[in-house]
């Protein structure tokens, strides 16, 4: 299985909601990452997770909090976002090591949209 | 600073032919990685072939081969006998280390067309 799955595919919210990104995997990885890409963009980095503890925060704002229960899931927690958050939503996983091993495998992402 | 370059935001090439897409980078880093990833319209970023800053050889991956030229600080894919399900959006990305962390930056993407 060399599959990243996210859900849902489109996420529709208010500014006002809280709702939460799905992502898992089941390759064994022990890093995981969420991205965001706005259209005809490259993905940005926003969060890494290394054997389930947050590595790098990308000043994110605080609306977005993200969160990994195990080694196969992680999580992405949104509350009062603005419309510019609107932007595709990647999640990814690697091998932690050097080298090749390091390719980072991605979802096809979460396609959201704040109102 | 790391920084990835892409200088080609859009390719048209006819099907059946070769295509080079640049890509250049800066790092002070001598340990980093060079990956190409492909993205279709579905949204997936699909991995393609990697090369590491101390291989001795070029990467090759079926039809996909990169010619790395360290001293030029470049990266580029070639992809040969193009075929239509090509078109989509490429990434040039570098692992490297950033403010003390190893991280992925990705440059900015070529949108490739293969015309039929």
């Known amino acids: 299985d060399t599959e990243v799955t996210q859900t849902p595919k489109h996420l529709v919210m208010g500014m006002t909601n809280k709702k939460s990104l799905k992502c898992e995997q089941h390759?064994?990885?022990?890093?995981m990452y969420w991205y965001k890409q706005k259209a005809k963009k490259p993905p940005e980095l926003m969060f890494v997770?290394?054997?389930?503890?947050?590595?790098i925060n990308e000043s994110v704002p605080s609306r977005f909090s993200p969160e990994c229960p195990n080694s196969s899931l992680l999580n992405l927690h949104l509350h009062a976002l603005q419309p510019e958050d609107s932007a595709l939503y990647l999640c990814?996983?690697?091998?932690?090591?050097?080298?090749?091993?390091?390719?980072?495998?991605f979802g096809s992402g979460t396609q959201l949209s704040v109102l | 600073a790391q920084k990835i370059t892409q200088t080609q935001p859009g390719m048209f090439v006819q099907e059946k032919e070769a295509v080079t897409l640049d890509c250049t980078y800066d790092?002070?880093?001598?340990?980093?990685?060079l990956f190409w990833y492909k993205q279709p319209s579905s949204g997936e970023m699909i991995f393609l072939i990697y090369?590491?800053?101390?291989?001795?050889q070029n990467a090759t991956e079926g039809r996909y081969s990169l010619n790395f030229q360290k001293a030029r600080k470049s990266a580029n894919l070639v992809i040969s006998a193009s075929q239509l399900g090509d078109s989509a959006m490429y990434f040039c990305?570098?692992?490297?280390?950033?403010?003390?962390?190893?991280?992925?930056?990705f440059g900015q993407g070529t949108r490739l067309t293969i015309n039929p």
């Open positions: 997770y290394s054997y389930e503890k947050l590595s």
């Open positions: 990814a996983s690697s091998q932690v090591g050097a080298g090749k091993n390091e390719k980072l495998f």
């Open positions: 390759m064994g990885h022990r890093a």
């Open positions: 090369q590491g800053s101390y291989d001795q």
């Open positions: 990305a570098m692992r490297g280390l950033i403010q003390g962390a190893q991280k992925l930056v």
């Open positions: 790092t002070s880093d001598p340990s980093y990685g």
